[in-house]
């Protein structure tokens, strides 16, 4: 009932919009139908015909699926609340899609909504049906309800919080001197399956920081291998893909007795995180207000050029999801709303602090959905 329930809220924004829409496989599809997105692979995996994989939606008939033989067969959605249609290798992927379109009644193509994630493929093959065809995006329509989280996701969000903090605390035990950054993110993959999870919601990330470990960004093969040895910080990004769902978390741990600084810098981030999540309160509050009350505690403190980067985005079926905690994001906050608050002081040869949680927007300040690992883990 979920679904068919939001497919009929998204038709009746069509109704007004565009003739019909298009969402490929995608978090966008998964929100709609329920069905899941795979393990996600480095290189293109191309099936035959596969521009036409996704879902097909007109005002006045319920959805089609299109997928094909080889995503039946060995990825096997669970489809059964849908209308499928299967493309063999052997089929003509213009004469089925041509097919859905007749069974819409739609003769001629003047709008489309397309998810922000389909391929240039697609369009090309559309435009050469229907040369006239304007393209709007569908995920900007859908956008609106998959912003405001429903309490069955907001359940499944906080179940993915659980693996992900079960995880690392199976990790901070096993950490020691010399360990290797790919040796820390190995543990933290295993772990995050260990205890229930897909697997991780993005690239597993470590910033490491110290007198000997220069902050590196975005240079994996070359930084994964760095032997870690006091003095340095470690400042863990990850979260768990449960049920679709990605969580996003963040902890500071230093290899070596830390001195006062250190931990003072920490209580800071600490604080400012504390101030964000204060500040999401209902009604008439701002991104940018949320991002602003983190950000001062920073900047009072004479270290505001060392916050680099956003407060927090918007998270759920997708990592990274509109709005975002920033100052220049006025989007009025509401009741359901997820966000990651995650401040940091970041020092290019020092050690740094940074601390990531899921929050829920609420009528009195923001809930995180993760609380645990409140202090400098030191492991000397």
Same mark, same amino acid.
């Given at each position: 009932?979920?679904?068919?329930?939001?497919?009929?809220?998204?038709?009746?924004?069509?109704?007004?919009?565009?003739?019909?829409?298009?969402?490929?496989?995608?978090?966008?599809?998964?929100?709609?139908?329920?069905?899941?997105? &795979?393990? =996600?692979?480095?290189?293109?995996?191309?099936?035959?015909?596969?521009?036409?994989?996704?879902?097909?939606?007109?005002?006045?008939?319920?959805?089609?699926?299109?997928?094909?033989?080889?995503?039946?067969?060995?990825?096997?959605?669970?489809?059964?609340?849908? &209308?499928?249609?299967?493309?063999?290798?052997?089929?003509?992927?213009?004469?089925?899609?041509?097919?859905?379109?007749?069974?819409?009644?739609?003769?001629?193509?003047?709008?489309?909504?397309?998810?922000?994630?389909?391929?240039?493929?697609?369009?090309?093959?559309?435009?050469?049906?229907?040369?006239?065809?304007?393209?709007?995006?569908?995920?900007?329509?859908?956008?609106?309800?998959?912003?405001?989280?429903?309490?069955?996701?907001?359940?499944?969000?906080?179940?993915?919080?659980?693996?992900?903090?079960?995880?690392?605390?199976?990790?901070?035990?096993?950490?020691?001197?010399?360990?290797?950054?790919?040796?820390?993110?190995?543990?933290?993959?295993?772990?995050?399956?260990?205890?229930?999870?897909?697997?991780?919601?993005?690239?597993?990330?470590?910033?490491?920081?110290?007198?000997?470990?220069?902050?590196?960004?975005?240079?994996?093969?070359?930084?994964?291998?760095?032997?870690?040895?006091?003095? /340095?910080?470690?400042?863990?990004?990850?979260?768990?893909?449960?049920?679709?769902?990605?969580?996003?978390?963040?902890?500071?741990?230093?290899?070596?007795?830390?001195?006062?600084?250190?931990?003072?810098?920490?209580?800071?981030?600490?604080?400012?995180?504390?101030?964000?999540?204060?500040?999401?309160?209902?009604?008439?509050?701002?991104?940018?207000?949320?991002?602003?009350?983190?950000?001062?505690?920073?900047?009072?403190?004479?270290?505001?050029?060392?916050?680099?980067?956003?407060?927090?985005?918007?998270?759920?079926?997708?990592?990274?999801?509109?709005?975002?905690?920033?100052?220049?994001?006025?989007?009025?906050?509401?009741?359901?709303?997820?966000?990651?608050?995650?401040?940091?002081?970041?020092?290019?040869?020092?050690?740094?602090?940074?601390?990531?949680?899921?929050?829920? /927007?609420?009528?009195?300040?923001? /809930? =995180?959905?993760?609380?645990?690992?409140?202090?400098?883990?030191?492991?000397?």
């Amino acid at each position: 009932m979920i679904y068919s329930d939001r497919v009929e809220r998204f038709r009746r924004t069509l109704d007004t919009s565009a003739d019909m829409a298009f969402f490929p496989v995608s978090a966008d599809l998964q929100y709609l139908t329920g069905v899941p997105r &795979d393990i =996600p692979t480095y290189g293109a995996i191309l099936y035959p015909g596969g521009w036409v994989e996704g879902l097909w939606m007109a005002r006045d008939t319920e959805p089609v699926l299109l997928i094909t033989r080889m995503t039946a067969e060995f990825h096997a959605p669970d489809t059964s609340n849908l &209308d499928v249609r299967v493309l063999s290798d052997q089929d003509d992927p213009t004469a089925l899609l041509k097919s859905v379109f007749d069974y819409f009644s739609v003769n001629d193509l003047d709008r489309l909504a397309v998810g922000d994630t389909t391929n240039a493929d697609t369009i090309i093959h559309l435009q050469q049906i229907y040369p006239k065809a304007r393209f709007i995006s569908a995920t900007e329509m859908l956008r609106p309800q998959r912003m405001i989280k429903s309490q069955p996701e907001i359940d499944m969000m906080r179940r993915a919080g659980e693996i992900t903090e079960a995880a690392f605390a199976d990790v901070v035990p096993r950490l020691k001197h010399g360990m290797s950054e790919l040796d820390i993110i190995s543990e933290v993959d295993y772990a995050l399956r260990r205890h229930g999870a897909l697997g991780p919601s993005f690239t597993t990330s470590l910033y490491t920081a110290g007198p000997a470990h220069a902050l590196v960004f975005g240079q994996h093969t070359g930084s994964w291998h760095r032997k870690l040895r006091p003095p /340095v910080s470690i400042l863990f990004d990850f979260g768990a893909i449960y049920e679709g769902y990605c969580y996003d978390f963040g902890r500071t741990v230093v290899f070596g007795e830390p001195d006062e600084q250190v931990y003072q810098i920490h209580s800071l981030v600490m604080l400012s995180q504390a101030a964000g999540i204060t500040a999401m309160r209902v009604p008439e509050v701002t991104a940018a207000d949320v991002d602003a009350a983190a950000r001062r505690v920073i900047e009072e403190a004479g270290l505001g050029e060392t916050f680099r980067h956003r407060l927090g985005h918007g998270i759920g079926l997708d990592v990274h999801e509109p709005p975002f905690l920033t100052g220049s994001d006025c989007t009025v906050l509401e009741k359901g709303m997820l966000f990651t608050v995650e401040p940091s002081i970041l020092f290019e040869k020092g050690l740094s602090a940074r601390v990531e949680d899921v929050v829920l /927007v609420g009528d009195d300040g923001g /809930v =995180p959905l993760t609380v645990g690992f409140q202090d400098l883990i030191v492991i000397d």
